[in-house]
């Protein structure tokens, strides 16, 4: 009989959730539940109900999201709001019905206002206006934020729950979506680059005037933090944040452009041709740089630096998509 507490990962296939499995099963963790789409629709309250009543885990990473880059939030708003929405009240409200004490909810830097002071603290939720190409998103994810800390105000000493909430800033690494329309910048500029290089394609255009700013971690260390804010005493926990200011963010440090980002994208594929851009696409915010202040005083640091992690996400680009190369 296993007797480790039983952790459930929701979206494990994706790549925080993998990343999270990886770290758990590193640090000997064996006793871990995972349910594909297939098997568990996260939007559907009544499986949701039944399957933590089936598996009564102990603790949630809830690493389940619908996610894609700008274009794909600016066509899909819909989607994007009512999937997300559903996800984190259907986790969290089974999860508290089911007796699970301690759950870590991941969110995203979008959370915060457009024209945010930099570096972005937690206090500054709430505090201005959205980026509109992704406001229904970031509406979900200050949400998913609020109902933690709404259980925790309403159950914490009467049930003991303990839920937490960490916002990464922009992810990338294994796992990561190449799709040709709804990716993320990192992976979108990784395939073009590489299919570039192939074709011997002498210049690519990119979206946007490449003068915004942008904060990238890599998304093992992402998994580190998750484990390492899940595991903090409590007492630690709440000495670093407020009853209703409790997020936690999880950045590098620092930040680049994306003109930056392309160039050390291209050195690292080998691709030598010119880099335009194009200032008729959107450029979402002008800059989304984290103060990970809090996090760095509870003891945890970033450790992959962006140019050994691009490789490594290059690397795992070219074992899944190696028929192209």
């Known amino acids: 009989m296993n007797t480790q507490p039983k952790i459930y990962v929701a979206g494990h296939r994706g790549m925080v959730g993998s990343a999270i499995i990886r770290a ?193 971690l890599y998304v093992d260390d992402m998994a580190a933090a998750s484990m390492h804010v899940m595991n903090l005493p409590k007492t630690d926990y709440d000495k670093h944040t407020q009853p209703m200011l409790s997020h936690i963010n999880v950045g590098q440090g620092h930040d680049i452009t994306i003109r930056e980002l392309a160039e050390t994208i291209a050195r690292v594929i080998g691709y030598s041709g010119e880099i335009t851009f194009d200032p008729d696409k959107p450029d979402g915010a002008p800059r989304k740089l984290m103060d990970s202040r809090r996090i760095n005083s509870l003891g945890w640091q970033a450790q992959v630096g962006l140019e050994k992690g691009l490789e490594k996400a290059y690397e795992d680009f070219l074992k899944n998509y190696g028929a192209e190369r």
């Open 24 to 216: 758990l099963q590193q640090a000997g963790q064996t006793n871990i539940a995972t349910r594909t789409h297939a098997e568990l629709d996260l939007t559907d309250q009544v499986a949701v109900r039944s399957f933590f009543a089936t598996e009564q885990p102990d603790q949630v990473y809830l690493a389940a999201a619908k996610v894609g880059g700008i274009h794909a939030n600016d066509t899909y708003p819909a989607d994007f709001i009512y999937q997300n929405l559903m996800i984190e009240t259907n986790v969290i409200e089974a999860a508290f019905r089911n007796g699970v004490k301690r759950l870590l909810f991941l969110g995203s830097s979008c959370i915060y206002p457009r024209l945010a002071a930099q570096p972005m603290e937690e206090s500054a939720l709430l505090t201005g206006l959205l980026e509109p190409t992704n406001e229904p998103y970031a509406i979900a994810k200050i949400a998913g934020i609020k109902l933690c800390e709404s259980y925790n105000r309403q159950y914490g000493q009467s049930h003991g729950v303990d839920y937490r909430s960490v916002m990464p800033t922009n992810l990338y690494g294994t796992g990561d979506n190449y799709h040709p329309e709804n990716s993320h910048v990192i992976p979108a500029l990784i395939r073009r680059f590489h299919q570039a290089r192939l074709q011997n394609v002498r210049s690519v255009a990119i979206w946007g005037t490449g003068t915004p700013k942008r904060e990238f």
